[in-house]
């Protein structure tokens, strides 16, 4: 038997320890679960032969260095701050490490020692990073092997609430962290490139550039920059790039409604707000607005941002019952961002039977013998219920296949590393066409940037 | 002789060296003058009898201690950050000390030791802050002395320029730093109290939330809120307001025309521009607008902000010659805040004849006898040019008062401080009306925050 140790059983690890378990008999597998929680684990493995589970704080040396040292190779599903712990005896102990995380300063400074150790670091090995890479390399190796030359990149990734349950007027719930979601676009401006030139979008204007997208069968899309589309210029190796940009996906409307949050200030997580605990839903919104006791809090509001009475993000605000003076925030020097987050978790957290929606979309612009070709590739997976999730589908199959080609030396290039090699993604990718998880790529017109201009 | 030592020689030092020199024949002054350029320091002394210009680098210890040993009392003018040299200095020999900076946590620290010595740090002594304390605790003690309480406090500064060199559609110019006017209201939302309810207010909607106020002779301004408010509720004592806002002044309009700036990202100052050096004004501009090159700028910045074609903003921006293609930024890895500076700077610098103007504005709500008052000061100082220049006045003569009054003995009271006493304010708000420096004080119907709602 392997020993593949899993440290962490949350949310996205559902999928990822079927795959392991299924495969157990065949592939001859013994999983171990670790976690704080021991009966989090417990529950994730039920009564299988070929696991077991084990209580494990990363932070307690010696049950941490014994669960590594028994193991063949080691997934970490932990939040990204913790994985260096496991990182670290990973190459004391000579074993290869699996991560769906982003590669941090301090995982890539062991880039040498493990090369030195033969040893397979794979990181960004879920969807968004993950699967995004791998299946952009794929598209973006073959225009090269034909001797294109790669002008325009576009990806796109939404976690969102399949069609079936999108049963509210943002077309929205919480598949992921909603922390994530509550501040995402803060800490600097997005950066990328169009036609060469760079542009750049404060905070308080992201959510109202967005950029529209359709996906057959699903309808339209819209996107928001990310912060941090130029690095994948090295990453992917695309140096004469004339539009370069990342984005994350909602569906249309909701980014605009979004807005009112973050203009008034209510996303903002560097400060915490007075007597919050005893505040109302109510209280809370009227502390970004104007003292004006004769005026209501509702007409103040839509007089700050200039909402018609008929504009239909005045129903979205209503939907979530911000206006609300009896329900109470109830948290203790929360920040607004965290009173936000509370709120929107009352409308927004998924029923157990209810599904969500993974979709991708990417644009490849290249040139080749003089000529401007486009491809669009898209991907939508949608997930069985709240535990079997899209999301925790398609961050963790890609991270279980990792594993398991890892230990079946069909992944064998040592190193700290992302999946943009043919010898990561091939495999990977065409397993994961087996569990549904497939891109659709059309020729279309080559556009640029901006179609109109065409 | 008693000697001050003066360290820094710069922009706001020209009216206090001359109050010393003034001063040095019949106090028996003697002031040496510390810069970093001896020909700076020599050139603000001129030929003065009892002056001398020394070279001062505070990171230079010998230098420094030997002009500080050699002082009774040292004036430090550096920028906030270089104080802390030159106080502990002050401690190690014995010396009062002077500045016109907000104390921070390393000078308070010192607090036990001043005390210890029986030395007077003075500090927080210039205009805002400085003459805003000091006129504001004197009303607020005569209040509390006849058994008034305070409800309300609101103050009010802008730096601004005066009405015979206003000669811009921004009716603003520099006359300060123009590095902090830029950045203004960055790093944390402004919070402050209102009739006993918290506000807060992000940065990108701080210019659009602004007071209106009337000052006699001199029309109406407008006001943005200050970070810090509520910081002076402890340090005025103040502990049943109801009211606490603090501001910046403009002229009306100046903070709406601002905002269009902030919205677009034009002050972020966290990140550089890719080739700053040789894009043109134009093309800083065009980097926060979409791609879409068959659209112009302007209409793009038109559409992007909804600015109407008669819109005077509009006249505004026009007039800073934003939208040149020809005027090349030329700064190398430029922050957007650096580049706005740099053309702002092209309009706004002060003709060698022109005349800045300061404003201060104090409200003082208060409760006498079950009953509601209100007293209303405001105060308005000319510069003479754009060397003696009402920033200059206001900032300098304070210090150099308070430097001879501790030197006389009539300041005494040792400790990190700053000027909240009445031993302190009192002789120099006397002696500041000798020179100009006026408040006039009305009594008004106390109207709370929300007049319409009296």
Not at 115 to 125: R, T
């Amino acid at each position: 038997m392997r020993n593949i140790l899993v440290i962490g059983s949350g949310k996205s690890t559902s999928y990822l320890i079927k795959y392991l378990l299924d495969k157990s008999e065949s592939e001859r597998l013994y999983i171990t679960v670790g976690d704080l929680s021991l009966s989090k684990a417990k529950k994730i493995i039920g009564d299988h032969p070929n696991a077991n589970a084990i209580p494990l704080d990363v932070f307690d040396v010696t049950s941490r260095t014994e669960a590594i040292e028994n193991s063949d190779i080691v997934i970490s599903m932990l939040p990204s701050r913790y994985h260096i712990e496991v990182a670290k005896d990973c190459i004391a102990y000579g074993k290869h490490m699996v991560t769906a995380s982003y590669v941090t300063e301090q995982i890539q400074s062991l880039n040498n020692a493990a090369k030195n150790k033969g040893l397979v670091f794979l990181n960004e090995m879920g969807v968004d990073p993950g699967i995004d890479h791998m299946s952009a390399m794929k598209v973006i190796d073959r225009i090269r092997d034909k001797g294109g030359k790669m002008i325009l990149f576009e990806s796109f990734t939404g976690g969102l609430v399949a069609p079936e349950s999108d049963n509210n007027l943002w077309n929205y719930k919480f598949t992921w962290n909603p922390r994530n979601v509550v501040v995402a676009g803060q800490g600097g401006a997005a950066k990328f490139l169009q036609e060469g030139k760079y542009k750049y979008i404060p905070y308080n204007r992201l959510f109202r550039r967005t950029e529209f997208l359709e996906v057959e069968g699903y309808g339209r899309f819209e996107a928001y920059a990310n912060r941090d589309s130029l690095k994948y210029q090295d990453e992917y190796g695309m140096k004469d790039i004339q539009t370069l940009y990342r984005g994350t996906m909602r569906r249309v409307g909701f980014s605009r409604a979004w807005n009112i949050f973050v203009t008034l200030g209510m996303t903002d997580d560097d400060y915490t707000i007075e007597d919050s605990e005893n505040m109302s839903y109510r209280d809370f919104v009227n502390s970004f607005l104007a003292y004006s006791p004769t005026d209501s809090v509702e007409l103040k509001f839509r007089h700050a941002l200039k909402i018609d009475q008929d504009d239909i993000v005045w129903d979205k605000l209503e939907e979530l019952d911000i206006f609300n003076p009896n329900k109470k925030v109830g948290l203790k020097k929360a920040t607004p961002a965290q009173i936000l987050q509370k709120i929107l978790m009352d409308s927004w957290t998924l029923e157990p039977d209810e599904k969500d929606m993974i979709v991708m979309y990417h644009k490849f612009g290249y040139e080749l013998d003089g000529k401007k070709y486009q491809i669009d590739s898209t991907m939508v997976t949608i997930g069985e219920d709240d535990t079997y999730t899209a999301m925790a589908k398609t961050v963790g199959l890609p991270v279980a296949m990792a594993a398991l080609d890892i230990l079946n030396e069909k992944i064998t290039t040592p190193g700290v590393q992302i999946p943009i090699l043919k010898e990561v993604y091939e495999p990977i990718l065409n397993e994961l066409e087996e569990y549904g998880i497939h891109f659709n790529e059309k020729e279309v017109p080559y556009l640029g940037y901006n179609p109109l201009n065409q």
